[in-house]
């Protein structure tokens, strides 16, 4: 019901852009003196009229002159049709609101050949009072979006702050160049940045549209403020193969407050009752924030990941602030977090952390991809859960493991994906780990190549997917530990240096310990403890051993590197980052009207720069043109802005109100700023454009425009279908 209810009011907040856009016409072409024989909103049939000695009626009030009559309105004149005190304007609501129109004597956009010689006809008015009337509903679209900007900022409008939260390993990001050399390469998780080539960064919106807009194959000097330091980099956007759009490979950063956006309430619940029975049973829901870990009060995402580093196995004392109205205690047995206790509205949990795994992306030479394991090898992929309306519910199972698929044995979690992603519309031969037995079953992957299922590693198995042998680091590529240990797809790890190994969690103890034993070694004899090598043993078992394929034991050599990528591992909190919501920044004139004004200015000056700025980059292929969206696409973002607040409503249509001034300024014959051309066309050459000619045009307009909205619609659907 709150889907529905945001997108009713997105609904009339979009209609009511349109009403502005026409009235701008509309006041325009009285101003001028020229006959407007109508004015409606929204497009195909006439739902109810209004026009003066005729009355409100159902349908379009014409058919009730002509049958008074014998003509319609506007086909009399002046004189005529007062003396019948018929009104000069029918005002209309039709089917679609998603359009509108204003019909003056002697214009019609799809049709020129709807001239008239009437005095008061549009083509008879001088070309200055046309140009008016013309550009009256861009003027219109423009000064509302102002007014609703000088609104939003007056009461403030809250966005994601421009804080960096996740990096993704080896994104431009990780990879960015400072200009102080003494400074470390690569943006770090908490730097605030404060502008982009020069210009101002106020939210994490800003930045995301600084990355997607630069141009192709440009560095951005990006000046970020760390710890009370200006400091400055310099990186080059990258393709996302998601989206389409050029990034720099950041998050923004994350408070310690469970997010309640409708779209993400429930992968919330999922997730919480999967990672912690026991949160669920004490209450804590979507909405509930965590205030204080240890005894130290906390407000980010950050906070609780240092929490978790500094705690390192043991289980920290977490409090939450509660915001659901059914708590209860939960006992120790229903509860892997230990007991808790309820204190007006708040309680304490016992939870342990989460410990991290290297992620280990490949050369762009091999993919570019990016997986979570070890010195090179790597968890296969279980079954997380499935994701709304997967088509696979029937043969996968929650906790399923994929051995192999068609003829790729122990696939990584990337591997696995791209294959599916490389074989759309397709039947897949799988094995799966069903508990103890190993199943085969057929799945399905739609027209972009998935399955519908979420992915996680099968961290408490010694089984073995595909070793990755070499890896990109920052500044180089390397070989892994794996690459020396040979291991293979679905081997099972047996010991590390003699010492049984029962699983990747415990793997990971065993050589974290070696590389820390290492480096206080290499200290103890004065030596630089990151200037030499490692070496351990790894003993690993094949899969269907024979007489004759025993399992093998490796002595595989940990670089100064791999001793350093494990040192840096530590634990993270438990629940991901993900389910949070954003650190969040204000934007607001703090009730000085003439500072909202100011701010309302600025930023409608900024997105007519950035519509003009996509359609640019769409042509030169740094957007894709799947990012287009069309009216569909825009009324399912209004519902979820909706859920944000009524401000947020109210900057969601200021944008949206700029969006239409621009896209009917652009020179298309039946827009406004076709129409615009043909006058100026008329006042240099002393004639307009042949009838000809205005129809050859004006049907070319109506096919560009049939195919954009066709070409909008089906993003629109797909993106619908897709989420």
Same mark, same amino acid.
């Given at each position: 019901?709150?889907?529905?209810?945001?997108?009713?009011? =997105?609904?009339?907040? &979009?209609?009511?852009? +349109?009403?502005?856009?026409?009235?701008?016409?509309?006041?325009?072409?009285?101003?001028?003196?020229?006959?407007?024989?109508? &004015?409606?909103?929204?497009?195909?049939?006439?739902?109810?009229?209004?026009?003066?000695?005729?009355?409100?009626?159902?349908?379009?009030?014409?058919?009730?002159?002509?049958?008074?009559?014998?003509?319609?309105?506007?086909?009399?004149?002046?004189?005529?049709?007062?003396?019948?005190?018929?009104?000069?304007?029918?005002?209309?609501?039709?089917?679609?609101?998603?359009?509108?129109?204003?019909?003056?004597?002697?214009? /019609?956009?799809?049709?020129?050949?709807?001239?008239?010689?009437?005095?008061?006809?549009?083509?008879?008015?001088?070309?200055?009072?046309?140009?008016?009337?013309?550009?009256?509903?861009?003027?219109?679209?423009?000064?509302?979006?102002?007014?609703?900007?000088?609104?939003?900022?007056?009461?403030?409008?809250?966005?994601?702050?421009?804080?960096?939260?996740?990096?993704?390993?080896?994104?431009?990001?990780?990879?960015?160049?400072?200009?102080?050399?003494?400074?470390?390469?690569g943006l770090q998780p908490g730097d605030v940045v404060v502008?982009?080539?020069?210009?101002?960064?106020?939210?994490?919106?800003? $930045?995301?549209?600084?990355?997607?807009?630069?141009?192709?194959?440009?560095?951005?000097?990006?000046?970020?403020?760390?710890?009370?330091?200006?400091?400055?980099?310099?990186?080059?956007?990258?393709?996302?193969?998601?989206?389409?759009?050029?990034?720099?490979?950041?998050?923004?950063?994350?408070?310690?407050?469970?997010?309640?956006?409708?779209?993400?309430?429930?992968?919330?619940?999922?997730?919480?009752?999967?990672?912690?029975?026991?949160?669920?049973?004490?209450?804590?829901?979507?909405?509930?924030?965590?205030?204080?870990?240890?005894?130290?009060?906390?407000?980010?995402?950050?906070?609780?990941?240092?929490?978790? !580093?500094?705690?390192?196995?043991?289980?920290?004392?977490?409090?939450?602030?509660?915001?659901? *109205?059914?708590?209860?205690?939960?006992?120790?047995?229903?509860?892997?977090?230990?007991?808790?206790? $309820?204190?007006?509205?708040?309680?304490?949990? !016992?939870?342990?952390?989460?410990?991290? #795994?290297?992620?280990?992306?490949?050369?762009?030479?091999?993919?570019?991809?990016?997986?979570?394991?070890?010195?090179?090898?790597?968890?296969?992929?279980r079954v997380l859960e499935f994701a709304d309306g997967s088509?696979?519910?029937?043969?996968?199972?929650?906790?399923?493991?994929?051995?192999?698929?068609?003829?790729?044995?122990?696939?990584?979690?990337?591997?696995?994906?791209?294959?599916?992603?490389?074989?759309? *519309?397709? *039947?897949?031969?799988?094995?799966?780990? !069903?508990?103890?037995?190993?199943?085969?079953?057929?799945?399905?992957?739609?027209?972009?190549?998935?399955?519908?299922?979420?992915? /996680?590693?099968?961290?408490?198995?010694?089984?073995?997917?595909?070793?990755?042998?070499?890896?990109?680091?920052?500044?180089?590529?390397?070989?892994?530990?794996?690459?020396? +240990?040979?291991?293979?797809?679905?081997?099972?790890?047996?010991?590390?240096?003699?010492?049984?190994?029962? *699983?990747?969690? /415990? $793997?990971?103890?065993?050589? $974290?310990?070696?590389?820390?034993?290492?480096?206080?070694?290499?200290?103890e004899t004065g030596a630089n403890p990151a200037s030499d090598?490692?070496?351990?043993? @790894?003993?690993?078992?094949?899969?269907?051993?024979?007489?004759?394929?025993?399992?093998?034991? =490796?002595?595989?050599?940990?670089?100064?590197?791999?001793?350093?990528?494990?040192?840096?591992?530590?634990?993270?909190?438990?629940?991901?980052?993900?389910?949070?919501?954003?650190?969040?920044?204000?934007?607001?004139?703090?009730?000085?009207?003439?500072?909202?004004?100011?701010?309302?200015?600025?930023?409608?000056?900024?997105?007519?720069?950035?519509?003009?700025?996509? @359609?640019?980059?769409?042509?030169?292929?740094?957007?894709?043109?799947?990012?287009?969206?069309?009216?569909?696409?825009?009324?399912?973002?209004?519902?979820?802005?909706?859920?944000?607040?009524?401000?947020?409503?109210? &900057?969601?249509?200021?944008?949206?109100?700029?969006?239409?001034? =621009?896209?009917?300024?652009?020179?298309?014959? @039946?827009?406004?700023?076709?129409?615009?051309?043909?006058?100026?066309?008329?006042?240099?050459?002393?004639?307009?454009?042949?009838?000809? #000619?205005?129809?050859?045009?004006?049907?070319?307009?109506?096919?560009?425009?049939?195919?954009?909205?066709? &070409?909008?619609?089906?993003?629109?659907?797909?993106?619908?279908?897709?989420?």
């Open positions: 019901m709150s889907a529905l209810s945001g997108f009713i009011l =997105v609904l009339l907040g &979009f209609g009511f852009l +349109i009403f502005i856009h026409e009235l701008g016409h509309f006041l325009a072409a009285k101003w001028a003196g020229i006959r407007a024989d109508g &004015f409606a909103i929204g497009m195909g049939p006439c739902v109810a009229s209004y026009r003066r000695g005729i009355g409100f009626c159902l349908g379009s009030a014409d058919a009730k002159v002509v049958r008074l009559h014998g003509k319609r309105p506007i086909e009399m004149s002046d004189f005529e049709r007062e003396s019948h005190g018929i009104g000069e304007t029918e005002y209309s609501l039709r089917a679609l609101p998603l359009g509108g129109y204003v019909r003056m004597l002697g214009q /019609e956009d799809g049709n020129p050949d709807a001239t008239s010689s009437d005095k008061r006809s549009f083509s008879k008015a001088t070309i200055p009072k046309r140009a008016v009337v013309i550009l009256a509903g861009i003027t219109a679209n423009l000064a509302l979006a102002l007014l609703l900007f000088l609104v939003a900022f007056l009461a403030g409008v809250r966005f994601p702050a421009a804080t960096v939260g996740f990096i993704l390993p080896g994104s431009p990001a990780a990879t960015a160049t400072p200009t102080d050399t003494t400074k470390p390469i502008a982009i080539d020069g210009d101002e960064t106020k939210t994490f919106v800003d $930045l995301r549209v600084a990355a997607a807009m630069a141009k192709p194959d440009t560095a951005l000097k990006i000046e970020v403020m760390r710890e009370g330091e200006r400091l400055t980099y310099t990186t080059t956007p990258a393709r996302d193969a998601g989206s389409g759009l050029l990034t720099i490979g950041v998050d923004p950063a994350r408070s310690s407050a469970l997010t309640d956006v409708r779209d993400s309430r429930e992968d919330v619940e999922r997730g919480l009752a999967r990672i912690d029975g026991g949160l669920a049973a004490l209450g804590v829901g979507p909405g509930s924030r965590i205030v204080s870990v240890n005894g130290a009060e906390v407000s980010t995402y950050a906070q609780l990941e240092k929490a978790a !580093r500094g705690s390192r196995a043991e289980p920290m004392i977490v409090e939450w602030d509660l915001d659901r *109205n059914e708590k209860r205690i939960a006992s120790p047995s229903e509860t892997s977090t230990g007991a808790g206790t $309820l204190d007006g509205g708040r309680t304490t949990v !016992r939870m342990k952390p989460r410990p991290e #795994f290297e992620l280990l992306r490949t050369p762009a030479n091999d993919g570019a991809s990016v997986d979570a394991g070890i010195i090179g090898l790597a968890p296969l992929a088509v696979n519910t029937a043969t996968l199972k929650q906790g399923d493991i994929f051995l192999r698929v068609d003829g790729l044995d122990g696939p990584r979690i990337s591997q696995l994906m791209a294959y599916f992603r490389g074989n759309p *519309n397709a *039947n897949l031969h799988a094995t799966v780990l !069903r508990g103890e037995t190993e199943m085969q079953v057929d799945i399905r992957t739609d027209r972009e190549g998935r399955v519908g299922v979420y992915l /996680e590693g099968a961290w408490e198995l010694p089984r073995l997917a595909h070793s990755i042998d070499t890896v990109q680091d920052a500044d180089a590529v390397r070989d892994t530990p794996a690459k020396a +240990i040979a291991a293979v797809a679905l081997g099972t790890i047996l010991s590390v240096d003699g010492e049984p190994v029962a *699983n990747f969690l /415990e $793997l990971r103890e065993k050589l $974290l310990a070696r590389a820390e034993s290492h480096g206080k070694a290499r200290a090598d490692a070496s351990v043993s @790894i003993r690993i078992g094949l899969r269907d051993p024979s007489p004759v394929s025993s399992p093998i034991e =490796v002595a595989a050599t940990l670089s100064s590197a791999d001793l350093r990528s494990l040192r840096a591992l530590r634990y993270g909190f438990p629940i991901p980052e993900t389910y949070f919501d954003p650190q969040f920044t204000v934007l607001s004139a703090n009730g000085n009207p003439l500072t909202a004004i100011s701010m309302g200015f600025r930023q409608t000056v900024v997105m007519v720069q950035q519509v003009f700025l996509t @359609i640019d980059r769409v042509a030169r292929g740094s957007v894709g043109a799947n990012q287009l969206q069309g009216p569909v696409g825009i009324l399912h973002t209004g519902t979820k802005v909706a859920d944000e607040g009524f401000m947020y409503i109210v &900057f969601f249509l200021a944008l949206i109100s700029v969006n239409l001034a =621009v896209v009917n300024l652009l020179p298309i014959p @039946i827009a406004d700023g076709g129409l615009f051309v043909f006058l100026m066309y008329e006042r240099f050459v002393g004639r307009p454009p042949s009838i000809g #000619f205005q129809n050859a045009a004006a049907l070319a307009g109506i096919a560009l425009v049939a195919c954009l909205f066709l &070409f909008t619609f089906y993003n629109d659907v797909a993106r619908l279908i897709g989420s």
